[in-house]
């Protein structure tokens, strides 16, 4: 199943695909004269019917609005070998498509998958290699600068993300307040979800006792896991937060997906890892589609 943490990491460069060029610039020394960022399709199929989807791609266009380099970003969390077959395909397909440079940025926060990431790939053919572009969290920059945390709110959050402390996230929130309010919303609260209990009580105080904002924390803090702890009051309160998890979960489905089949709430009510909850909770909140919801309520339940 794929976790929160990987979509709002992949959320960031899909937003503004200028992230994939500055980190390219600050973090790997590779500065790509253009004019404009081209969001582009992740779909990098090549030979039916094997579809190969990258988490992002953004082009880098010239004043003539030519493509100079194309940025493939894949978010990785773990090591998988499979990517290892992947990776060179999306280069050479992409690097095809548009007849220009292609690069592929691999982001890394583990340490020890960074490392992984970083080995490169031979291709069997003499000289043909391909290493990747590897950006691990203790590359990202600290973002202290107002100025250019404003001209890229996702770079800000990605640092504080990356270096979760009190001045980072000051920093952050100040650079977000420019967004949609919507975007405002859930980018606030990813920034305090990254943040240590101490330095997220402090923001808290200042903020007049903040409450979660956007839909799915809203709501997973508010009516399914007040309805939670009620229920399981008796059971104890983790028991409670799991049947508050429960609760929202199928609030969410319910608004995604319409009518939910007794086998999906049986199911749900079947699960007992928080952490699986808490990461569906999250997905169904910011799945953009009933699709998207039901691909990732299909996820969990079957593992």
Request: aromatic fraction near 6%; charged fraction near 25%.
């Amino acid at each position: 199943m794929l976790s929160f943490r990987h979509e709002i990491l992949v959320d960031l460069f899909r937003e503004n695909g200028q992230l994939a060029a500055e980190l390219l610039r600050r973090c790997a020394g590779i500065a790509v004269d253009h004019a404009g960022v081209e969001l582009h399709s992740i779909d990098l199929a090549h030979v039916a019917p094997t579809a190969y989807f990258a988490d992002a791609v953004a082009i880098l266009r010239d004043r003539d609005n030519h493509p100079v380099t194309g940025v493939i970003v894949e978010v990785q969390l773990q090591a998988d070998q499979d990517k290892l077959l992947s990776w060179p395909v999306y280069v050479s397909t992409l690097r095809a498509k548009l007849a220009c440079a292609a690069v592929l940025l691999v982001l890394a926060p583990d340490p020890a998958v960074a490392t992984w990431a970083r080995q490169p790939i031979d291709l069997g053919h003499p000289g043909f290699r391909l290493t990747p572009v590897v950006i691990g969290f203790d590359d990202v920059p600290w973002m202290r600068d107002r100025a250019a945390a404003s001209r890229l709110p996702e770079l800000a959050m990605l640092s504080v993300m990356a270096h979760p402390e009190l001045e980072i996230a000051e920093v952050a929130i100040e650079a977000i307040s420019q967004l949609p309010e919507d975007r405002k919303r859930l980018c606030l609260d990813v920034i305090m979800m990254a943040l240590p209990a101490a330095i997220r009580r402090t923001l808290e105080a200042r903020m007049q006792g903040y409450q979660y904002q956007s839909d799915f924390a809203r709501k997973y803090y508010g009516q399914g896991i007040a309805e939670g702890l009620e229920r399981g009051r008796k059971k104890g309160k983790r028991e409670g937060k799991k049947e508050g998890l429960r609760a929202a979960v199928i609030t969410f489905a319910r608004a995604k997906l319409g009518e939910l089949p007794d086998d999906d709430i049986t199911a749900i009510e079947a699960v007992t890892d928080q952490r699986t909850l808490t990461e569906l909770v999250a997905l169904l909140g910011q799945a953009r589609s009933a699709r998207k919801a039901r691909a990732a309520l299909d996820r969990a339940l079957a593992r």
